[in-house]
């Protein structure tokens, strides 16, 4: 059983900056993909950056040079340092595992949220 736990989200001046957590029970964090995604009210969910079983990472536009996601697989821990926060990111984080397939098993699993509301 693969659960996601996400915290960090809280209420932010424009230009400050949050650290997001997401802590994943189970053994297949270390060679699964991992993802944050964002999703503000009336709006479709989006990427926001994800990084693979190996590290290489991957960015929306919107936030190159301002976010920076990295993980610590013995800690079972993805994290989204996000820097010069702007009214525009206020949503609900999401922290997603997978999809990856392992063996005959296929896992895709999101965490509940943590919201993060920047001030202006």
């Known amino acids: 059983q693969v659960q996601l736990v996400e915290s960090g989200g809280g209420l932010v001046q424009a230009g400050g900056s949050l650290r997001l957590s997401c802590v994943a029970s189970?053994?297949?964090?270390?060679?699964?993909?991992m993802g944050w995604y964002r999703q503000a009210p009336g709006k479709q969910r989006e990427l926001v950056a994800a990084?693979?079983?190996?590290?290489?990472?991957n960015y929306a536009d919107s936030n190159k040079g301002r976010f920076t996601i990295s993980r610590d697989n013995a800690k079972n821990t993805v994290y989204l340092q996000m820097n010069s926060l702007k009214p525009e990111d206020t949503a609900v984080y999401l922290c997603?595992?997978?999809?990856?397939?392992?063996?005959?098993?296929?896992?895709?699993?999101w965490g509940q949220g943590t919201q993060v509301t920047v001030s202006s």
């Open positions: 997603r595992l997978g999809p990856t397939v392992i063996g005959l098993r296929s896992y895709d699993r």
């Open positions: 990084i693979t079983s190996g590290g290489g990472t």
């Open positions: 189970g053994s297949i964090f270390s060679i699964s993909a």
